[in-house]
């Protein structure tokens, strides 16, 4: 993902890691996650000092975890995959960091998200967050500010597991988890089979809810356009 515009080509490559920690070194010393888990940081800070939890905290954590494959989805196939003639590209400039992306995947620089998109995604998260998770307060009579600061620290967790796991499957690293495993195939299938399929990174219910996880790899055309985009 990229929407803020500057040249982030690195040496480091997501090949060049091969085991957990050396992911997890990656991970901790880029800016992005240090802009993302110092947002996450300050989020559960206040919610911890407002206190006041009830069963709208549960449902709204199980809302925001349902929702992130169909969430992911809808950005990756709109936003950065928007056509080139598009105002979402031409104005705004949705897909342009993605497509350096798709150009060389395994290039951290362009992999990891830059720190500016890490901040606005975080600002854009705490506007999601002041639409269903008030009303969903709202209609359970429970606290709005305390609702709205769990659902903002839930998206962040997301935003957070995003980064991780968009680093992990393009490395060498090979999952114990089944989960992860699944996610890196799948991913992988995206960058070098077909770019309109697979589109989820932590998730596949959104492939699986709107069409575009395939049975088999061989039910779907290798994409002469999969780097190019």
Known sequence: MAFVQFDRRSDEKATDLRTLGQVAHTYLTHRSPHVI????????????????????????????????????????????????????????????????????PDDIGWLMLGPPDAAVFLALLLLWNATWPLL???ALGASLLSTYLT????????????????????????P??????????????????????????TSRVGDKALGTLPASKSDVPLSDTARTL
Not at 39 to 49: N, Y
Not at 55 to 84: N, Q, R, Y
Not at 151 to 172: D, K
Not at 177 to 198: D, F, K, P, Q, S
């Open 37 to 104: 888990l110092s947002g996450l940081a300050i989020a559960v800070a206040i919610r911890l000092a407002v206190g006041t939890y009830g069963v709208a905290d549960l449902v709204v954590l199980a809302v925001t975890v349902s929702m992130v494959g169909v969430v992911e989805w809808f950005i990756h196939l709109f936003l950065l995959h928007a056509p080139h003639d598009s105002v979402r590209m031409t104005r705004f400039k949705t897909g342009a960091g993605h497509r350096e992306h798709h150009l060389d």
């Open 136 to 138: 969903l307060a709202w």
């Open 151 to 174: 659902a903002v620290a839930a998206s962040y967790i997301m935003l957070a597991h995003y980064e991780w796991t968009h680093l992990l499957v393009h490395t060498r690293y090979r």
């Open 176 to 201: 114990k988890l089944g989960y992860y495993r699944r996610l890196a195939t799948h991913h992988r299938l995206h960058h070098y089979r077909n770019e309109h399929h697979w589109l989820g990174v």
